[in-house]
């Protein structure tokens, strides 16, 4: 199969006559893609920005057991990196999950994807994870299924992933070179023994590198994960990108490092560091011209239950779903209403916004200036427009506005992974947090914003705008940025006060 | 001859599919090894199953007592800066 490049670089958009807002988002990426995808992945939270207002994923922690070792995790907690939660957090038996998400999906209709991504590698424990989605096909047959591996032993697993309603498969690619591999994997366990090092990594490579092959081969769709890690993976990763790439993934997922030493993690102890937003989305940026890149990952946990960055799972702990009485048959006739309902109002701002590019491609053509790109943050609930008080985000969408038009950046968080608890340092405010993820924005846009924040966060060199409250993003961002050009500030490129934050 | 896991075993039952003995069993707060029942893999496997596939350090020990995979051996992590770290956590615990 071969895969279209996906380009979203202003370039590219310039070249193929699109100036419009939504050039380069990734719902805009989306209309790229092979239509046989596109239906696969519209309405997949995890894969399309734009059902992620809509639709909801869950996931099961049914896998405990790994197979390999990574040096950003600690078998004892969650881990950050690959979004999954830690072998002591709540693990279910396979009927127990089936329980759960039949639970889950006749009370959040909006739930229309469930994964396996852990505690450990879901293949390295095959029995529970394909009895959990062998049962939830025959019950669940509007749930699309997805599984994350780390590789290893999925070529032995395609028969069994292609029999059932799974049709999306994450691998986590970190390197396809062993001598990186060496750096990154202290062993695997393979055919009864344990090998470390270079030998160890080499062999996960070849596996995942197969998987992959396989799967597309099958029509499977894949997505690939790396984790960036400065100075181990960092110049690496393009190279991976164009190799995934070649052999047919559809997008790939690069996510920062979260490495800290109470994590306990090798990377942690060693003061290996994560990379900056401004690396990261360089990186991304980079790869983005060989490859559909993925940008609004939130590295959700993997034990979560919701719509965006919200987490419901508290109303479906297991004694509470033992008291629920779930009539699944009857729940999918609602949940169809529901996701006709939703597919109509997808459908109708889609045709809104073709109607708006041509517009603003026909305005595009009066040639304004080349102006310099600008980041902005914004704060939304969700829904496309601006609907978040500064104070009560818990994160932030970041948008590029440029000449080419407004891109989809990605998401930063200001609450941090670790949710209280005594790993966590709180010598930072939560002032002092959004600050930090906000650098390099100049623009946060947001319903509403107190008087406290407004000092530093100028301060900071970041306008706040809370003029454009529910108005539609990428229109209000559009706005700001045309206000910006009148006013002269896109010619420099930074003005004094960035410059001393 | 039987291995023995530990309190630091933290349940994630990688072990026991692969004991050629079912000697591997769910038990709280951890898994156990039936002494009786392990042979420490000999006939089977040219190393005990369960101590090669186990992520923790220190979590399985052998008839001496000694752990298979001491401190360092599986993350790499020197062993001083991960009891330096175990402190600090156990200061803050103790602290709040
Ligand atoms: S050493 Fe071998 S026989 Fe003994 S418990 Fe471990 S896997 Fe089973
Ligand atoms: S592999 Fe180690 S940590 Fe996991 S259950 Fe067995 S003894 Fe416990």
Not at chain 1, 368 to 396: W, Y
Request: charged share 25%; hydrophobic share 40%; aromatic share 6%.
């Amino acid at each position: 199969m071969e895969l279209p490049v996906i380009n979203n670089t202003a370039s590219e958009a310039t070249k193929s006559g699109c100036s419009a807002s939504s050039c380069g988002s990734t719902n805009d990426q989306m209309g790229h893609l092979p239509e046989h995808i596109r239906e696969k992945v519209f309405n997949h939270p995890c894969y399309s920005e734009e059902a992620h207002h809509y639709f909801a994923r869950m996931h099961v922690a049914v896998a405990p057991a790994c197979n390999i070792q990574c040096h950003y995790c600690n078998r004892k907690y969650d881990c950050a990196n690959e979004s999954r939660p830690g072998v002591v957090s709540e693990l279910h038996h396979p009927e127990q999950a089936v329980k759960k998400v039949l639970a889950v999906a006749a009370t959040i209709p909006q739930m229309t994807v469930l994964g396996i991504a852990g505690p450990g590698d879901p293949l390295a424990n095959p029995e529970r994870t394909f009895a959990t989605f062998r049962s939830l096909a025959e019950q669940a047959p509007d749930i699309k299924l997805c599984v994350s591996t780390n590789g290893l032993s999925l070529p032995d697993h395609i028969d069994e992933l292609a029999k059932h309603n799974i049709d999306h498969v994450t691998i986590t690619i970190n390197c396809v070179d062993p001598d990186v591999g060496a750096k990154i994997y202290p062993w695997i366990f393979w055919k009864n023994k344990r090998i470390k090092g270079r030998e160890g990594a080499a062999i996960l490579i070849e596996q995942q590198q197969k998987g992959l092959e396989m799967l597309v081969a099958r029509g499977i769709l894949v997505k690939v994960n790396s984790v960036m890690i400065p100075g181990v993976n960092d110049a690496h990763l393009a190279e991976v990108s164009r190799t995934v790439k070649a052999k047919g993934a559809f997008l790939h997922n690069v996510m920062p490092l979260i490495s800290e030493a109470e994590h306990g993690t090798f990377y942690g102890m060693t003061g290996q560091r994560g990379p900056t937003h401004d690396e990261l989305q360089k990186l991304q940026d980079e790869c983005s011209g060989d490859m559909n890149m993925m940008r609004h990952c939130r590295q959700c946990r993997a034990d979560a239950v919701g719509l965006l960055g919200e987490d419901r799972g508290s109303e479906f702990t297991m004694d509470k779903i033992e008291a629920m009485d779930i009539n699944y048959p009857e729940a999918m006739k609602m949940r169809a209403e529901v996701h006709a309902a939703i597919a109509e109002e997808l459908e109708s701002k889609r045709v809104a916004k073709e109607a708006k590019v041509q517009l603003v491609s026909i305005e595009g053509i009066k040639a304004k200036p080349e102006t310099r790109p600008v980041l902005m943050a914004i704060a939304t609930k969700g829904g496309g427009v601006i609907n978040e008080h500064f104070g009560h985000a818990s994160e932030f969408l970041i948008y590029e506005a440029s000449s080419a038009g407004v891109r989809f950046i990605g998401h930063r968080k200001t609450v941090a992974y670790c949710e209280g608890g005594d790993t966590c340092g709180d010598g930072e405010s939560a002032l002092d947090k959004s600050l930090k993820v906000l650098a390099g924005c100049e623009v946060v846009l947001c319903s509403k914003i107190g008087f406290e924040p407004w000092g530093p966060l100028e301060a900071a060199g970041i306008q706040p705008n809370g003029e454009h409250a529910m108005e539609a993003i990428e229109d209000a961002i559009l706005a700001v940025y045309e206000e910006m050009r009148v006013a002269g500030r896109l010619e420099a490129k930074l003005d004094e006060q960035q410059k001393a934050a | 001859m039987a291995l023995e896991i530990i309190e630091s075993c933290v349940n994630c039952w990688a072990c026991e599919p692969l004991c050629p003995n079912q000697a591997i069993y769910e038990a709280k707060p951890h898994f156990l090894i039936n002494p009786d029942k392990c042979n420490e893999c000999a006939g089977d496997f040219a190393d005990s199953q369960c101590a090669t596939i186990c992520p923790i350090e220190g979590a399985i020990l052998n008839a001496d007592g000694e752990a298979l995979n001491p401190p360092g051996s599986l993350t790499g992590i020197p062993p001083e800066k991960f009891a330096e770290l175990q402190a600090a956590q156990q200061a803050a615990r103790h602290g709040a």
